[in-house]
């Protein structure tokens, strides 16, 4: 990453930014709208080109922010907030509250060598509240299913199985929209037919992949696994040395990738033999998911990055990246 003359940290809540400026000239807070970051903000920044903004993913609240900094050709860190919580204790910050972790976020943007946030499209913006906003229905679908399980008023029952019906016809409707957005970007983005060709990868993880993992393709396998939280982490000191476990990462490529794998033990002969292989071999179940998630995912990352659909070349993609990678100890760690 290059070096930034101007490093700013911005702390993000509902309603308030907290700002530290590396040149003290935007005021410590601001309010969380857009006419306030572009008159207290983005008017302040003179040399966008010489500026780097770190802020921290907060489930969504940074996303507004984030598109706004792009518009204005403005370097952005999305930062991961257990490393900015273990770089704030490492260097003394014991103490936490949104003023603080401004500053941390601003030590951080100067002294670590992060990865920019990648500047999205309207239209990739457009389809990723679409892959978003399907999460939401599922987990509103699921609250309710629970709900209606364990209520045993009759007019609250139907309460809640008409809000599901509803909450299903949006899912409906919502998946149409996102299959055909996918047809539509496939005429410039080949990649997602790379991906759709291979069994076992459906549309919602095709879709997931375009809107929460672009890095696909573009960096090694072992990044890959790392960046989605399905690598094996090293955990040794002196002699002591711990079970490898996978950890971190992007908690909801991750649960996509595993419902994925699932079809694909069944439909996908490559995952599938790997997954009875290690099978046989004693692994657990569990374990053995795990490491055919990694094995797919570094196909996928192989494939795109060489543009090549399943049908084509498979040996050389697909076999190289199974006969290569012994089976990892480890299971996925969710916390």
Same mark, same amino acid.
């Given at each position: 990453?290059?070096?930034?003359?101007?490093?700013?940290?911005?702390?993000?809540?509902?309603?308030?930014?907290?700002?530290?400026?590396?040149?003290?000239?935007?005021?410590?807070?601001?309010?969380?709208?857009?006419?306030?970051?572009?008159?207290?903000?983005?008017?302040?920044?003179?040399?966008?080109?010489?500026?780097?903004?770190?802020?921290?993913?907060?489930?969504?609240?940074?996303?507004?922010?984030?598109?706004?900094?792009?518009?204005?050709?403005?370097?952005?860190?999305?930062?991961?907030?257990?490393?900015?919580?273990?770089?704030?204790?490492?260097?003394?910050? &014991?103490?936490?509250?949104?003023?603080?972790?401004?500053?941390?976020?601003?030590?951080?943007?100067?002294?670590?060598?992060?990865?920019?946030?990648?500047?999205?499209?309207?239209?990739?913006?457009?389809?990723?509240?679409?892959?978003?906003?399907?999460?939401?229905?599922?987990?509103?679908?699921?609250?309710?299913?629970?709900?209606?399980?364990?209520?045993?008023?009759?007019?609250?029952?139907?309460?809640?199985?008409?809000?599901?019906?509803?909450?299903?016809?949006?899912?409906?409707?919502?998946?149409?929209?996102?299959?055909?957005?996918?047809?539509?970007?496939?005429?410039?983005?080949?990649?997602?037919?790379?991906?759709?060709?291979?069994?076992?990868?459906?549309?919602?993880?095709?879709?997931? &992949?375009?809107?929460?993992?672009?890095?696909?393709?573009?960096?090694?396998?072992?990044?890959?696994?790392?960046?989605?939280?399905?690598?094996?982490?090293?955990?040794?000191?002196?002699?002591?040395?711990?079970?490898?476990?996978?950890?971190?990462?992007?908690?909801?490529?991750?649960?996509?990738?595993?419902?994925?794998?699932?079809?694909?033990?069944?439909?996908?002969?490559?995952?599938?033999?790997?997954?009875?292989? &290690?099978?046989?071999?004693?692994?657990?179940?569990?374990?053995?998911?795990?490491?055919?998630?990694?094995?797919?995912?570094?196909?996928?990352?192989?494939?795109?990055?060489?543009?090549?659909?399943?049908?084509?070349?498979?040996?050389?993609?697909?076999?190289?990246?199974?006969?290569?990678?012994?089976?990892?100890?480890?299971?996925?760690?969710?916390?």
């Amino acid at each position: 990453m290059k070096s930034y003359k101007r490093v700013i940290g911005i702390d993000i809540s509902t309603e308030r930014l907290d700002v530290a400026d590396s040149n003290a000239k935007i005021v410590h807070e601001v309010d969380y709208t857009i006419e306030a970051i572009k008159s207290k903000i983005l008017r302040l920044i003179k040399k966008p080109s010489e500026t780097l903004v770190v802020c921290e993913a907060t489930g969504g609240l940074e996303y507004s922010l984030v598109d706004m900094l792009h518009d204005a050709k403005i370097d952005v860190v999305v930062a991961n907030p257990a490393r900015i919580r273990d770089f704030a204790k490492g260097h003394g910050f &014991l103490e936490k509250s949104d003023k603080i972790d401004a500053k941390v976020l601003q030590l951080y943007g100067q002294q670590v060598d992060a990865t920019l946030a990648i500047p999205r499209t309207l239209q990739e913006r457009n389809f990723i509240a679409l892959t978003r906003r399907r999460t939401q229905l599922l987990q509103l679908i699921s609250q309710e299913s629970n709900r209606l399980r364990q209520s045993n008023d009759t007019q609250v029952k139907s309460f809640i199985e008409e809000m599901l019906k509803s909450l299903e016809n949006q899912m409906k409707t919502l998946d149409s929209w996102i299959s055909k957005a996918l047809d539509e970007q496939s005429k410039t983005n080949p990649s997602i037919d790379v991906m759709r060709s291979v069994p076992g990868v459906g549309v919602v993880m095709t879709a997931t &992949l375009v809107a929460e993992l672009p890095e696909l393709g573009t960096i090694s396998r072992t990044k890959i696994a790392k960046l989605v939280g399905v690598a094996p982490m090293i955990k040794q000191s002196g002699k002591s040395e711990e079970r490898r476990r996978a950890r971190g990462g992007r908690g909801g490529v991750r649960r996509v990738l595993y419902m994925a794998t699932l079809a694909a033990t069944q439909k996908n002969d490559v995952i599938k033999k790997r997954y009875i292989k &290690l099978l046989a071999s004693g692994k657990p179940k569990k374990l053995a998911l795990v490491a055919c998630m990694r094995t797919l995912l570094t196909i996928l990352n192989d494939m795109v990055r060489h543009e090549t659909k399943w049908g084509e070349k498979k040996k050389s993609v697909a076999g190289s990246v199974v006969s290569n990678r012994p089976a990892p100890a480890h299971v996925l760690d969710k916390s």
